[in-house]
Structure formats: C-alpha cells, structure tokens
Nanobody
C-alpha cells in the first residue's frame, strides 16, 4: 500500500502563489507515477499535473505556464510538490494527490482546499 498526506492549501488572492506538498509512504519503491488532481464544487475531478518516476511531466492546458509539478525521492518518503503561481478564482478546488503503483493500483490523499478570492 501507498499512503498519501497532502498539505499546503489555503486562502489566497488572485495573482498570489501557493505550494502544495504530498508525502507518500509505504511501498514507495513501487510507485510508477504521481500527480495532482482537483475537484471544484459541482464538477468532476480533473487532472492538474502528473510526473513519472523518470521525470516526465504532463499538465492540464488550464495550468500550463503557471503550475509546476516536482518530486523529491528520499529513503522512506517520496515527496511531491505543486508550485502554483498566478492563481485565479477558477483554480479554487480541493486538490488531491494521487500515486499509481505496481502499475494497476492507485492511492489518493485526503485532499487540501485551495481558495482563490477575486
């Protein structure tokens, strides 16, 4: 199993920045890829950004040029970050960390709220 714990959400104004963190523990050596997803009220959960263990990244068009996903592999913890710049009210959502492991399995964090006021 892979356990995920997010942190770093909060309330900011338009144009400001936030950095989200996700700590993965457990079978971290089985992780193939990790990513950030978000879900706004009344909407489906959507992909924000992903990164593979090889370092390849993928971003939703709506966040390209503003958000940066990165990772830091350590002995017992795998850290995932999402640097969010130039935040907009439409970025308001609950952000979830996801890990794909052993190819076929997926774990989710509990989510962290990001609110951007206009």
């Amino acid at each position: 199993q892979v356990q995920l714990v997010e942190s770093g959400g909060g309330l900011v104004q338009t144009g400001e920045s936030l950095r989200l963190s996700c700590a993965a523990s457990g079978k971290i050596f089985s992780i193939n890829a990790m990513g950030w997803y978000r879900q706004a009220p009344g909407k489906q959960r959507e992909l924000v950004a992903t990164i593979t263990t090889g370092g390849s990244t993928n971003y939703a068009d709506s966040v390209k040029g503003r958000f940066t996903i990165s990772r830091d592999n350590r002995n017992t913890v795998y850290l995932l970050y999402l640097q969010m710049n130039s935040l907009k009210p439409e970025d308001t959502a609950v952000y979830y960390c996801n890990a794909q492991w052993h190819t076929a399995f997926s774990s989710w964090g509990q989510g962290t709220q990001v609110t951007v006021s206009s």
